[in-house]
């Protein structure tokens, strides 16, 4: 047998490999019909409104069946898809900043609502424990002391006033004055906001609230905070 019908028959397996290896070919007419059953449950996901669903058929599809023509029609309304997909993602994160507990207390039911102040991206390392948020925004209905909207601070002193007055700026609006009431946690200080009804219809109102203290030394503390989830229903303010 001559060396070069040897080489030929080594190289048998090898190739025998390559062509198993070889994906099926893909009939076109199955493709469409794959990919119109996908079109379909991503056009009803959109038309009812519920994005991130069609959103992930959309994904399949254009993994799946990308050179079809069902892809190519939902190509023509993903851009819109993905951006609602993407607001409602945000939202959901804006709802979980919220903690919401009802307390039976002597007279009734304390409601709260609370949430911490942003803290800065710049100031995020990976590497290292998250930061300690500067500041938590409390809302309160008590059955004897009524409602109040407070901020938790904390620093280990405040300063304000008298008179205490608070720059407060929702969203883009032009900042508004409110007065403040200085009080003790018996763990920190805190700050009550003295018009409680006009910050938080300001505040429902809006999605994000940055509240600026009077300067302190060199300091001017400044806390943002996220507020667009707020659900008065699960505050139960009323």
């Not at 993905?82 to 919401?100: H, V």
């Not at 991206?121 to 009524?146: F, I, K, T």
């Not at 200080?189 to 219809?201: V, Y």
């Not at 609230?209 to 806390?223: D, K, T």
Request: hydrophobic letters at 40%; a negative charge.
């Amino acid at each position: 047998m001559s060396h070069a019908l040897l080489r030929r028959l080594a190289l048998l397996p090898l190739a025998f490999a390559l062509a198993a290896c070889q994906p099926e070919p893909v009939d076109p007419a199955e493709d469409e019909v794959a990919g119109k059953e996908l079109l379909s449950l991503y056009e009803q996901a959109r038309d009812a409104q519920d994005y991130e669903i069609a959103e992930m058929h959309a994904n399949t599809l254009d993994d799946r069946h990308g050179r079809t023509e069902a892809a190519a029609a939902m190509r023509k309304s993903i851009d819109n898809v993905r951006t609602e997909a993407e607001a409602m993602r945000e939202q959901r994160r804006l709802i979980a900043l919220w903690d919401y507990q009802s307390v039976a207390v002597e007279g009734g039911t304390q409601h709260s609502a609370a949430i911490y102040s942003k803290v800065p991206q710049a100031y995020v390392d990976e590497d290292a424990p998250p930061p300690r948020p500067d500041a938590r925004l409390v809302l309160r209905n008590h059955p004897d002391w009524g409602v109040s909207a407070y901020l938790v601070l904390e620093m280990s002193e405040l300063r304000c006033g008298p008179p205490c007055k608070l720059a407060i700026r929702f969203d883009d609006a032009p900042t508004r004055e409110f007065a403040g009431e200085p009080a003790d946690t018996g763990t920190g200080p805190a700050l009550f906001i003295k018009d409680e009804a006009g910050f938080r219809e300001a505040m429902m109102q809006a999605r994000s609230v940055r509240i600026e203290l009077p300067r302190s030394g060199a300091l001017v503390p400044v806390f943002e905070f996220e507020v667009g989830g707020f659900r008065p229903a699960l505050y139960r303010a009323d």
